[in-house]
């Protein structure tokens, strides 16, 4: 034996292992889409993607729209941080 085969364990310790493992771990529970996250089951998919797409696209509306806002309220010089009732001119 040399220094390489003393860190392998013996054929029927890694099949013995093996065989717990593959009881152990399920392998037909799906992919998950994030490292950690448990799988989608196949007739919740749709509907999880949907709300996704919903949810990121009214953050991407609601940050578009703060954008506009501030164009806006900076073309009539107001300064959208003043605490006064609507804003104050920019000097």
Do not use: S, W
């Not at 860190?7 to 717990?20: C, F, I, S, T, Y």
């Not at 996250?37 to 949907?50: G, L, M, S, T, Y």
């Amino acid at each position: 034996m040399d220094e390489g085969d003393k860190a392998n364990l013996p054929e029927p310790v890694r099949d013995h292992l093996g065989q717990q493992l593959r009881g152990a771990l399920p392998v037909d529970g799906g992919k998950p889409q994030f490292l950690g996250d448990e799988p989608v089951p196949d007739a919740f998919a749709p509907q999880i993607a949907k709300l996704e797409t919903r949810l990121k696209t009214h953050e991407e509306g609601t940050v578009a729209v703060e954008h506009a806002l501030d164009r806006i309220l900076d073309a009539f010089g107001i300064d959208p941080d003043d605490q006064g009732q609507g804003g104050a001119p920019r000097a």
